[in-house]
């Protein structure tokens, strides 16, 4: 198989490119793992005094692994005034990614 340009992957012969597939869903995985623990602290902070550093710390995320841990915030949060803030950050986000023409 190795001639044919498979390679031996966890008990499978595979293709390179599946290889990589599989490697990239796995990393993509684990940043969107990470951003929902991020995100769940910065949740937390929010009922304490100092909701001040995790607010601008939710706006500021610009990260594409995020997008499912915010839209994961956003469906779970049942306070109003903080259910605003997933959104806000996500259309925030889209317009400085793609810019009104």
Known sequence: ????GYRYF?????????I????QRRQKKRETKQ???CLRRW???LDLRDAGAAI??????RHPAA??????????ETAQSVKL???????TWTLVAQPLR
């Open 20 to 23: 990589e597939l599989i490697l």
């Open 56 to 61: 601008e710390a939710i706006r500021s995320v």
């Open 35 to 37: 951003w929902v623990v």
């Open 67 to 76: 997008v499912p841990a915010i839209t994961q915030l956003y469906a779970s």
């Open 10 to 18: 966890e008990g499978r012969w595979r293709l390179p490119q599946e």
């Open 85 to 91: 803030l997933p959104l806000e950050t996500l259309v």
């Open 1 to 4: 198989m190795a001639e044919r």
């Open 43 to 45: 949740r937390k902070h």
